[in-house]
């Protein structure tokens, strides 16, 4: 069964430069979730989706921060303009649909953020 | 709000011998879930363990165990017959209805051969 993919896995942008990372998740997976995880930090939830739309966003910065999940497959996830604080890993997973017991979510390899 | 706490920053062991890891957490909820997930220098986050909390028994998954104490609010994590490819970061996790995870702050392990 393939995993989660992210890509890319490394950008290295200057601040107030945009950039876009992609998510394609387990194939049947209903649901999306995006975790940012800055450096000696757990995962922070930025949104999470059912099928294409929106579970939660309460953490997400929405002034430069936006995420998109269209057909409710592949989703991505845009900074702009990007700030020096925004530097970090950003982890895509899936998970069956909301409510199953046992879910469990499975994470993708990440895409490592440096802004300067 | 919920909330998870590991309160060991970094723990070592010698290979071959056994390391518990803890975890404590607060929440509200009567039903929900608790792991303990592994994150290698990859960065991608690997389950280990998962934890039901109406069911009273401890789970277990090889070499590794969990000390579930539902009144304490602790989910601590047994690594027996440690082993070089167990060093990784630890993050215990909480989730409860929507299933969104909630981490905590993460404990650097580390194995002396």
């Known amino acids: 069964e393939a995993g989660v993919a992210q890509s890319p896995r490394y950008k290295i942008i200057e601040k107030r430069q945009s950039v876009a990372f992609w998510c394609n998740p387990i194939?049947?997976?209903?649901?999306l979730y995006w975790y940012q995880q800055i450096l000696g930090q757990g995962p922070k939830l930025l949104i999470q989706?059912?099928?294409?739309?929106?579970?939660?966003d309460s953490q997400l910065p929405k002034d430069r921060f936006s995420a998109e999940r269209l057909k409710g497959v592949d989703s991505t996830l845009k900074i702009q303009p990007a700030k020096l604080e925004d530097s970090a890993v950003y982890l895509c997973a899936s998970s069956l649909v909301v409510g199953l017991s046992g879910n469990t979510i499975y994470f993708g390899e990440g895409s490592w953020l440096t802004v300067v | 709000a919920q909330t998870v706490t590991q309160s060991q920053p970094e723990m070592s062991v010698q290979e071959a011998e056994t390391v518990t890891l803890s975890c404590t957490y607060d929440t509200s909820e009567s039903d929900y879930y608790l792991f303990w997930y592994k994150q290698p220098p990859s960065r991608q986050m690997i389950l280990v363990i998962r934890?039901?909390?109406?069911?009273?028994q401890n789970a277990t998954e090889n070499r590794f165990s969990v000390n579930f104490q539902k009144a304490a609010k602790s989910f601590s994590l047994k690594i027996s017959d440690s082993q070089l490819g167990d060093a990784a970061m630890y993050f215990c996790?909480?989730?409860?209805?929507?299933?969104?995870?909630?981490f905590g702050q993460g404990t650097r392990l580390t194995i002396n051969p």
């Open positions: 989706f059912q099928n294409n739309g929106v579970v939660d």
């Open positions: 934890q039901e909390a109406y069911k009273q």
């Open positions: 194939s049947g997976h209903a649901t």
């Open positions: 996790a909480y989730s409860a209805g929507a299933q969104k995870l909630v």
